[in-house]
């Protein structure tokens, strides 16, 4: 069974950093691209980033590039997701995702979120 | 970017009745389309992909339609577990885009 859990999620003030984790089991994490996707408070989804398998090649939404980092740890079968300069607009809660294929395709498996809010 | 539009943004229908969601993507993205299923609290649900292939386990009251820019999923007869909203994502693109929802509630 495929399971995904995220934890790291709290308060933060405005301009703040804080870490994201994901850990995963039940198949071969290193196999597949994995993303983070965002839901602010009722809004709709936003993809936020994704990273390879072997975690070579990663990928932005613009609103997150130069102030985000994804990274993972495959021997620890864990994602990562380094939020820094944090603002209002950024709280949300953050889903991680797998995708069906290794490299694309839906995203089949959702964790079941952590909850960012970014307030002073 | 890959814009993705859903319409409505509300649909009121009635149990038992059939509800059509639209989908439309500004540029065509062949069938790489999927449609989620959220309820509130919950992470969203994979209903249909590939643009018409059910989910394992997804009821047959639910089909989906169309490719390149123009979709639709439609759920025949409307039961009380349906009323939620509906996502639609397109895959074929960086970065990952999501249409804005379209929440069915009772009428």
């Known amino acids: 069974e495929v399971l995904l859990l995220e934890s790291g999620g709290g308060l933060v003030q405005p301009g703040g950093s804080l870490r994201l984790s994901c850990a995963a089991s039940g198949f071969t994490f290193s196999d597949f691209h994995m993303s983070w996707v965002r839901q602010a408070p009722g809004k709709g989804l936003e993809w936020v980033s994704a990273v390879s398998g072997s975690g070579d090649t990663t990928y932005y939404a613009d609103s997150v590039k130069g102030r985000f980092t994804i990274s993972r740890d495959n021997s620890k079968n864990t994602l990562f997701l380094q939020m820094n300069s944090l603002r209002a607009d950024d709280m949300a809660v953050y889903y991680c995702a797998k995708r069906i294929r290794p490299t694309g395709g839906h995203f089949e498996y959702w964790g079941q979120g952590t909850l960012v809010t970014v307030s002073s | 970017e890959v814009v993705m539009t859903q319409s409505p943004a509300t649909l009121s229908v009635s149990p038992g009745e059939r509800a059509t969601l639209s989908c439309r993507a500004s540029q065509s993205v062949t069938r790489n389309l999927v449609w989620y299923q959220q309820e509130p609290g919950q992470a969203p649900r994979v209903l249909i992909y590939?643009?018409?292939t059910r989910a394992t386990g997804i009821p047959a009251r639910f089909s989906g339609s169309g490719s390149g820019t123009e979709f639709t999923l439609t759920i025949s007869s409307l039961q009380s577990e349906d009323f939620a909203v509906y996502y639609c994502?397109?895959?074929?693109?960086?970065?990952?885009?999501f249409g804005g929802g379209t929440k069915v509630e009772i009428k």
């Open positions: 590939g643009a018409s």
């Open positions: 994502q397109q895959y074929s693109y960086w970065p990952l885009t």
